[in-house]
Nanobody, 129 residues
Framework: QTQLVESGGGLVQPGGSLNLSCVVS????????IGWFRQAPGKEREGVSC???????????YYVDSVKGRFTISRDNPKNTVYLQMNNLESEDTGVYYC???????????????????WGKGTLVNVSS
């Protein structure tokens, strides 16, 4: 089973930034699309962003509308790591952030949680003044 470990969460003021990391174990990282999800207290887990295993036709990253222009997803294949750079954070961004795997492609949008295979244990992001 593939293991994922998230890090980089913490307490930040509104308007601040955080850079989350997701390290994936094993030698099959290059075959995975990786998604970021979050779960706020009392709410269901929701998708945030996704990145394909490879760049296809110049587009390989996807975002939900609420984070477009503020969040950037990227991957470093030699390091088996995916990043989520989060800028201009809002209180509504508060929650536990998880990364998860999916074979090859995000399928042109941020997948629902049920489409993912393996999950990390999450890292807490708290946006508060």
């Amino acid at each position: 089973q593939t293991q994922l470990v998230e890090s980089g969460g913490g307490l930040v003021q509104p308007g601040g930034s955080l850079n989350l990391s997701c390290v994936v174990s094993g030698d099959t990282f290059n075959f995975y699309a990786i998604g970021w999800f979050r779960q706020a207290p009392g709410k269901e887990r929701e998708g945030v962003s996704c990145i394909d295993s490879i760049d296809t036709n110049g587009r390989s990253t996807y975002y939900v509308d609420s984070v477009k222009g503020r969040f950037t997803i990227s991957r470093d294949n030699p390091k088996n790591t995916v990043y989520l750079q989060m800028n201009n954070l809002e209180s509504e961004d508060t929650g536990v952030y998880y990364c998860a795997t999916k074979m090859y492609y995000c399928s042109d949008y941020v997948p629902p949680p049920g489409a993912m295979i393996d999950w990390g244990k999450g890292t807490l992001v708290n946006v508060s003044s």
